[in-house]
Structures are given as C-alpha cells and as structure tokens.
C-alpha cells in the first residue's frame, strides 16, 4: 500500500515536472581519451573520487583501473597481476569508503576487488554463484556511511550487503506494485543517511530502501521527459542529498531533489564536450561538480553547476560536520547571489540562532550578539533574536556597573592603606 502510494505520488511529481525551473550545468572539462596505454580509456564505465579528489575511473575495454589527479592528469594504473584471481576481466563500477579504500566490482570475474590509492592489490571477496555472498554479472557497488558496501547483483536480482572486510550481511530485492515482477539492478549509491538508491535498467527505474532493505520509494518510467528514463545505469547523491541519475539511451544525466522532484538535465547524444554517447558512471564532489563516464565518446566529462549550488553543497557539508559558522557564510554567499530568497533567509536565521546560543555558552558573549545582530538584519522582527540581545545589553551593563564598583571599592581600600600608613609613621 505504500510503495502504491510512493509510485502515485511519483506520477502526479511527473505531471508537473515540465513547469520546473531547471538548474543549469555546464561543461568544466573532460578526462582522457580513446586508448589502450596510460591515460587511454575504451570505455569507461565507473567513475569515483577520492578524500583529496583524485578522479578513479573502471576502463571496461582495457580491463583497468586509471587514476587521475584533480587537474585530469593520468597518475597510475592500477596493478594487474597474471595470478587468476587478481586479474581484472571486466570492471564496472568503482567505489571509495571513508578511509579511502577503493572496490571495483567486475561482472566477468564476479568479484569485488579492494585496493589502496597508490593502487596496489590489498584483496577480494565474492565468486560465480546464486548463493549469499556470490555474484552473476555484479555491475554497480556503493558504500555507506558505516563503511558497508553493496553491490548490484544483477542476474541474481538482488542488493548484497557486505561489511568492509567484505563478510556477507543481507540482501534485498525490487519490489513493485507486481511483487512477482523480478528486476535486475544496475546501479546503486547511498546518501548520508544510509538510504540506498538502485536503478533498474530493464524496467526504467529508480528505487530507494532504508538502511534496513524497506523499499520505500518507487520512481520513474519509460520515456525521454523530465523524470522518465530510457535504460538507465548508474546513482548517485550528493551532500545536500540530490540524486543523480545517467540515462544510457537519453545520452543525459537527470538531477532530483531528494524527495525526487526534478531539478534539472544535462547532455545530449553527440561527441562535443557538452554531449554524450551513452553515459554509464556519476559521481559528485563536495562542490557539487558532476562527472560522468561518457562511455562511447571514451572519457569522463566534468559538469559545473551554477555559483550558488557550489555554495549549497559546502554548507551542508558544514552543517554535517557541525562547522555552524562556516555554513552560515556559504549560505550568506548565496543569499548575495540570491537577494530575498526565502529559504535561504530562513536557514542562515536558523543556523545564526544555534550559533549564538553555543557563542553564549562558550561565554563569549560579543560573538554571540554578532550573530542575532545577523538575525535582526534579516528579520528585525524575530522576537528571539531581540529578547537574547536586550539580555545581553543588560547583563553588560550590570557587568560595566560591578566594574566601576569594585573599582571603587578597591580604590577606598587603597586610600585607607594610605592613610593608615601615613598615621603610623607620625606616630613614629
């Protein structure tokens, strides 16, 4: 009955998707080109990045792994060694955990290999098979914030879970409106909640599961409109919690929000940079620029979103991180791009308020009316704002009125050292 709902709920989003008004992107820069040596690609299929944002890309022809420096300079291949079961055979996606260690699944092999950034072989896990922990055309592979890993498993019809040391957790499937519908997944991505994103190439869509394997959102159908797809391969999300999804026969890369309302869709099919020739892999970066493995045209393409969205995504980056201060400035700097947005108004309110409470809890109090004087600029009326900073006047001056008093007090002590100095030696 949910997921009924969910799936309505998704075409009514669908109906007034053409109103919306897009995001743009524009084309940075691409990466590599057609080539079976060094910094050559023959398609391209994975994309990933690492913590400094070195660029990973799974190359499906030459059967390896390239890295890139965050200019696109080629660095290293990965190791390929004759022994069988290290060899790759057909890489295809690519992901990196929080400790930077990077996993390729490769649907011929039917494993998942683990290596270190220098690209050196650390191991693998996983073989040909149906049962718990076993692959048939393993395609996608994401991890989660926990460091767990999932993969596609997509002639089992099925999302493994594995620990990072690659220990069978659980499984789960699609489940649609026809529960004896089985769907095969071809990629998946988690956002910052753990929520697990997958889509399923042979019936056109995009499923969401909680961190426990519920199915909680069904989207999308057939079609070249906003929200609909036309095979579509590989997720993923963003800080903010935008997801991203390449659509192989659309030759384009559809943004939604994260309760999937559309935001905006770049490509085309064709071989100049702002063009496509059958997009697999995307990933994003913590500025909120996009790459994506354009598979035919044998390279990965960089996409640059507008000024404030870079802002966006370093804010909520922040915001994660609890660096309060840090992401009241982003959200200023787009409120300078974006004078009287509404939203961004009220978060930077929002955000100055928690900032000011821990400024006057660390007892810093000028730091404190820095921010609600940040607040009142923006909305002289907010009462909370106005009730803290008349405390924080009074208090001041109950402080300046103690001062001069103990000055006072201390200069009468003074005089009366003085004085009783001064009888002692007449006295004497």
């Known amino acids: 009955m949910i997921i009924a709902i969910l799936t309505l709920a998704a075409a009514l989003v ?38 400094v944002g070195n660029v990973y890309v799974t190359d499906w022809r030459n059967k390896k792994v390239s890295k890139f420096n965050q200019e696109g300079k080629f660095v290293l291949n990965f190791e390929s060694k004759a022994r069988v079961y290290m060899k790759l055979k057909g890489p295809a996606g690519i992901a990196i955990d929080s400790a930077d260690n990077i996993f390729v699944v490769d649907q011929y092999a039917a494993k998942v290999f683990k290596y270190n950034t220098k ?48 220990e069978y957790i659980s499984e789960f499937k699609y489940m649609g409106l026809d529960t004896r519908k089985l769907a095969r997944p071809r990629g998946v991505a988690c956002d910052a909640q753990n929520n697990v994103y997958v889509v399923y190439s042979d019936i056109n869509k995009l499923a969401i599961f909680s961190p426990d394997g519920k199915m909680t959102v069904d989207f999308g159908e057939e079609g070249s409109q906003p929200g609909q797809f036309m095979n579509p391969r590989y997720v993923a999300c963003d ?11 659309n030759h ?26 059958n997009p697999e892999g995307i990933c994003v970066d913590v500025s909120g620029n996009v790459y994506v493995a354009d598979a035919l045209n044998d390279r990965i393409s960089k996409w640059e979103p507008e000024e404030h969205i870079k802002h966006l995504n370093w804010a909520a980056l922040f915001e994660k991180k609890g660096m309060i201060s840090d992401a009241v400035k982003e959200y200023e700097q787009i409120l300078k791009m974006r004078p009287g947005d509404a939203k961004i108004t009220a978060t930077i309110i929002e955000l100055s308020l928690k900032a000011a409470k821990k400024c006057q809890i660390d007892k810093d109090i000028e730091g404190a009316k820095k921010y609600y004087r940040e607040v009142l600029r923006l909305n002289p009326l907010n009462e909370a704002a106005i009730r803290e900073m008349k405390d924080l006047n009074e208090g001041g001056r109950e402080q300046k009125d103690e001062k001069k008093q103990n000055f006072v007090i201390g200069l009468l002590i003074v005089l009366a050292v003085l004085i009783s100095m001064i009888m002692t030696f007449k006295n004497v």
């Open 252 to 277: 384009r890369v559809q943004k939604f929000s994260k309760d999937m309302k559309f935001l905006a869709a770049f490509g085309e099919f064709g071989k100049k940079n702002e063009q496509f020739r």
């Open 239 to 249: 800080n903010i919690g935008n997801v991203y999804v390449t659509s192989y026969k």
């Open 119 to 166: 690209g050196e072989y650390i191991g693998s896990f996983g073989n040909y098979g149906s049962a718990s922990g076993k692959f048939l055309n393993p395609r996608g592979i994401a991890c989660d914030g926990a460091n767990n890993i999932y993969v596609a498993d997509h002639d089992n019809f099925r999302i493994q879970k594995f620990s990072q040391k690659g």
């Open 14 to 51: 669908l109906a007034g998707i053409g109103a919306a008004s897009a995001e743009e992107y524009r084309c940075q820069k691409t990466i590599g080109a057609y080539g079976a040596k060094d910094a050559g690609l023959y398609y391209p299929c994975g994309v990933a990045l690492d913590s």
